[in-house]
């Protein structure tokens, strides 16, 4: 097991980002993340069961609004030193986004056979306004580019 790995978060932590994975309207898949309060400075890819580290990108400046990068290139501002992921249909993947200061902002569970199903311009994201009030976790939705953008964080 990872020590630095997000499943060991005893607590949740504020929803002050949304993190998603999907599909640009080019059909190249992309994680997106998008910042209400503070910021995003690292992007984690895990495997569940086990629980490996598959990929990690960063950013040398933290981002502070709304950004999409593709998983199979070194895109935009985010870089990575590792191999491009490909998801296996089968697999449980987590995508978890941190801070610059370190503690983990926003999260999204998601299978590789639900990725495979979303369409060009879908994201699959976890809903921070449908947050459970007994508990961490929340309704994980496909939503479009637009829904993003337009999403007010003030949940």
């Known amino acids: 097991m990872l020590a630095a790995s997000p499943a060991l978060v005893a607590c949740g932590p504020a ?15 992309v994680a997106v993340a998008k910042v209400c309060d503070d910021d995003v400075a690292q992007v984690d890819l895990y495997t569940h069961d086990p629980e490996v580290l598959v ?34 249909r089968d697999a449980v993947y987590g995508l978890w986004a941190t801070r610059s200061r370190g503690d983990v902002t926003s999260w999204v569970t998601f299978t590789g056979e639900e990725v495979g199903r979303l369409q060009p311009g879908h994201l699959l994201v976890r809903r921070p306004d449908r947050l459970s009030a007994a508990s961490d976790s929340s309704e994980v939705s496909v939503i479009g580019w637009d829904d993003l953008r337009t999403w007010n964080c003030g949940w």
């Open 15 to 29: 929803m002050d980002a949304v993190v998603g994975i999907g599909l640009d309207d080019g059909g190249d898949l």
């Open 55 to 88: 990929r990690s990108w960063r950013r040398d400046e933290p981002l502070t609004g709304t950004e999409s990068w593709r998983l199979d290139t070194m895109s935009g501002r985010w870089r990575s030193d590792d191999t491009p992921p490909g998801l296996d």
